[in-house]
Nanobody, 118 residues
Framework: QVRLVESGGDVVQAGASLRLSCAYS???????????MEWYRQALGEQRDWVAT???????NYAPSARGRFTISRDTEKSVLSLQMDNLKPEDTAVYYC?????????WGQGTQVVVSS
């Protein structure tokens, strides 16, 4: 089992920056075997969309909407996944979720709300 808790969501104006954090914890049979961690987002009335991935070896990948503006990182010593979001746009408004993949299971946090006003 892996527990994830997101934080850092806020109401900001377009062009601002935000840093989301996801603190994770779990058993020794799960944490060392996290294959990858992701950020997803879900706007009101929309499906949940993938934003970014960081694999166990630190390789990062981004959705086209996030590439060049968002940076995913993971501090394994502090057990924190982060998403640095710069030059935010109103279309970035959504609930942001972090997830962790361990073998055949995916664990989710409860989400943190980001609102970007124009």
């Amino acid at each position: 089992q892996v527990r994830l808790v997101e934080s850092g969501g806020d109401v900001v104006q377009a062009g601002a920056s935000l840093r989301l954090s996801c603190a994770y914890s779990g058993s020794s049979s799960h944490i060392p075997f996290i294959a990858g961690m992701e950020w997803y987002r879900q706007a009101l009335g929309e499906q949940r969309d993938w934003v970014a991935t960081i694999t166990y070896d630190g390789t990062a990948n981004y959705a086209p909407s996030a590439r060049g503006r968002f940076t995913i990182s993971r501090d394994t010593e502090k057990s924190v996944l982060s998403l640095q979001m710069d030059n935010l746009k109103p279309e970035d408004t959504a609930v942001y979720y972090c997830s962790a993949r361990v073998v055949d299971n995916t664990y989710w946090g409860q989400g943190t709300q980001v609102v970007v006003s124009s």
